[in-house]
């Protein structure tokens, strides 16, 4: 099956083949085609380029070949969403309440809200309908542009509810056009059977949720949210070595609410992600330095919770790259909009567009091991791609944020 899109007004984002992320001044550069068309066959993108002729179906009929008119639109590929925690079960619009009034994320989390109200909540749903009700999210988010998606577990917190989340990932998997990754995040709170006894719970996680997870290959990551209040640098490390074992590396959760080591902890055991990031020094810059470690940052939390913003435009400074995600969950962040999350990157961490898309493409794919084969326009990738209504710039995307501008997603 051929696919040829025709008319493109600016093809953006194209990379040579072999670049997995971009980093401190070529993340501000953008690669793109005035008046371009782009061949798909058998799902990726085979070829591309300035379209020089009129070019339509009458006058190139082939077989098997479908045509599209971009009208003018411009063709980029779809986000790529490294961090969220997409399969829940129910929300959690009454603490939405609590913190309207004024408590905070820990408070909430203090008086046994937060995590552990969702993973009450997940506990009495059956797979099945938990299923259902990620998927409602997996088809909000791809019709808003989103082509590959990271779900995290971590609303078990229990050996058989950690299954059950983990599975009904795999079965999104399976089902969904996106490309999906699992993350395994037993450590995201001590669950309500451990409470006063957390070292018990790191046991727990170690010694038989680990083991479980690896024997059904259920993760491609694992993640710990090391921060106050949650899961030590100690508590972090022990996992992280567990999981080594299993050759399953890491995504961190660190420094959301204070700094926290996790950046440190994250680097040493080769994560390939370390996300969140509200709270840094130039400690945690100096130490993702030379790693191969994608600084993440989720802005979408930081407008929820009211937290400060990543410090995005110094660590791009300092020659790192950058990227961003939705962190789309119903305590911090219950939006999966990447496009919200550009305008935020834009807005109010004041990156330039040109940065703000490559930490939401090239460098959010890297961020879930996906960069090989997702985040550019490059011939090879899948074919995953926004055509867009005919847009006066990059900058309108960010810009005019609420604005609808998306024609059509093609997903392979
Ligand atoms: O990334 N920080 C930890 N985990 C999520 C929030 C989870 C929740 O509140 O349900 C986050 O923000
Ligand atoms: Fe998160």
């Given at each position: 099956?051929?696919?040829?899109?025709?008319?493109?007004?600016?093809?953006?984002?194209?990379?040579?083949e072999?670049?997995l992320?971009?980093e401190g001044?070529?993340m501000?550069?953008?690669?793109?085609?005035?008046?371009a068309?782009?061949?798909?066959e058998?799902?990726?993108?085979?070829?591309?380029?300035?379209?020089?002729?009129?070019l339509s179906?009458a006058?190139?009929?082939?077989?098997?070949?479908?045509?599209i008119d971009?009208?003018?639109g411009?063709?980029?590929?779809c986000f790529?969403?490294s961090?969220?925690?997409i399969?829940?079960?129910?929300?959690?619009?009454?603490e939405f309440?609590d913190?309207?009034?004024g408590l905070?994320y820990?408070?909430?989390?203090?008086?046994?809200?937060?995590?552990?109200n969702?993973?009450?909540?997940?506990?009495?749903?059956?797979?099945?309908?938990?299923?259902r009700?990620?998927?409602?999210?997996?088809?909000e988010?791809m019709?808003?542009g989103?082509g590959a998606?990271?779900i995290?577990?971590?609303?078990g917190?229990?050996?058989?509810?950690?299954?059950?989340?983990?599975?009904?990932?795999?079965r999104i998997?399976?089902?969904?056009?996106i490309?999906?990754k699992?993350?395994?995040l037993?450590?995201?709170?001590?669950?309500?059977?451990?409470?006063?006894?957390?070292?018990?719970?790191?046991d727990l996680?170690?010694n038989?949720m680990l083991?479980?997870?690896a024997e059904?290959?259920?993760?491609?990551?694992?993640?710990?949210?090391?921060?106050?209040?949650f899961?030590t640098?100690?508590?972090?490390a022990?996992i992280?070595e567990?999981a080594a074992e299993y050759g399953?590396?890491?995504?961190?959760?660190?420094?959301?609410l204070?700094v926290?080591g996790?950046?440190?902890?994250?680097?040493?055991?080769?994560?390939?992600s370390?996300?969140h990031?509200?709270?840094?020094t130039?400690?945690?810059i100096e130490?993702?330095?030379?790693?191969?470690?994608?600084?993440?940052?989720?802005?979408?939390c930081?407008?929820?919770l009211?937290?400060?913003?990543?410090r995005?435009k110094?660590y791009i400074q300092?020659?790192l790259p950058?990227?961003l995600?939705?962190?789309?969950?119903?305590?911090?962040?219950?939006?999966?909009n990447m496009?919200?999350?550009m305008?935020?990157?834009?807005?109010k961490?004041?990156?330039t567009?040109?940065?703000?898309?490559n930490?939401c493409t090239?460098?959010?794919?890297?961020?879930?091991g996906?960069s090989?084969?997702?985040?550019?326009?490059?011939?090879g990738?899948k074919?995953?791609?926004?055509?867009?209504?005919?847009?006066?710039?990059?900058?309108?995307i960010?810009?005019?944020?609420?604005?609808?501008?998306?024609?059509?997603?093609?997903?392979?």
């Amino acid at each position: 099956m051929k696919t040829i899109i025709y008319n493109i007004g600016k093809l953006v984002g194209i990379l040579p083949e072999g670049v997995l992320k971009l980093e401190g001044e070529a993340m501000g550069h953008v690669e793109s085609i005035e008046n371009a068309y782009l061949v798909i066959e058998d799902g990726l993108i085979s070829e591309f380029g300035p379209q020089n002729e009129e070019l339509s179906p009458a006058e190139n009929v082939a077989e098997a070949t479908e045509y599209i008119d971009a009208k003018g639109g411009y063709v980029m590929p779809c986000f790529c969403d490294s961090h969220t925690h997409i399969v829940y079960a129910g929300c959690r619009d009454g603490e939405f309440r609590d913190k309207i009034a004024g408590l905070s994320y820990e408070e909430i989390a203090a008086r046994g809200g937060g995590i552990l109200n969702s993973a009450d909540l997940l506990h009495e749903t059956s797979e099945d309908e938990l299923y259902r009700q990620s998927m409602e999210r997996v088809n909000e988010i791809m019709s808003m542009g989103t082509g590959a998606v990271e779900i995290k577990s971590g609303y078990g917190l229990t050996v058989e509810d950690e299954l059950k989340m983990l599975r009904v990932i795999r079965r999104i998997k399976e089902s969904s056009p996106i490309t999906v990754k699992a993350n395994f995040l037993g450590a995201h709170a001590v669950g309500r059977a451990y409470r006063g006894r957390q070292s018990e719970y790191v046991d727990l996680v170690c010694n038989e949720m680990l083991p479980r997870v690896a024997e059904e290959g259920l993760a491609d990551y694992v993640d710990v949210f090391c921060d106050a209040g949650f899961f030590t640098v100690e508590e972090t490390a022990r996992i992280l070595e567990k999981a080594a074992e299993y050759g399953i590396q890491p995504k961190i959760h660190a420094n959301e609410l204070e700094v926290s080591g996790g950046v440190q902890v994250g680097v040493q055991y080769n994560a390939l992600s370390v996300d969140h990031l509200e709270k840094t020094t130039d400690a945690e810059i100096e130490a993702l330095r030379g790693s191969g470690t994608m600084p993440t940052m989720l802005p979408g939390c930081s407008f929820f919770l009211g937290l400060p913003y990543g410090r995005a435009k110094d660590y791009i400074q300092a020659g790192l790259p950058v990227a961003l995600a939705s962190d789309y969950n119903p305590g911090s962040s219950p939006s999966g909009n990447m496009r919200f999350v550009m305008a935020l990157g834009c807005i109010k961490m004041r990156l330039t567009p040109e940065q703000s898309l490559n930490a939401c493409t090239i460098n959010s794919a890297y961020a879930m091991g996906v960069s090989d084969i997702l985040g550019s326009i490059t011939v090879g990738k899948k074919a995953n791609l926004i055509i867009t209504k005919p847009i006066p710039s990059l900058a309108f995307i960010p810009y005019s944020h609420q604005t609808p501008i998306i024609e059509k997603i093609i997903i392979s």
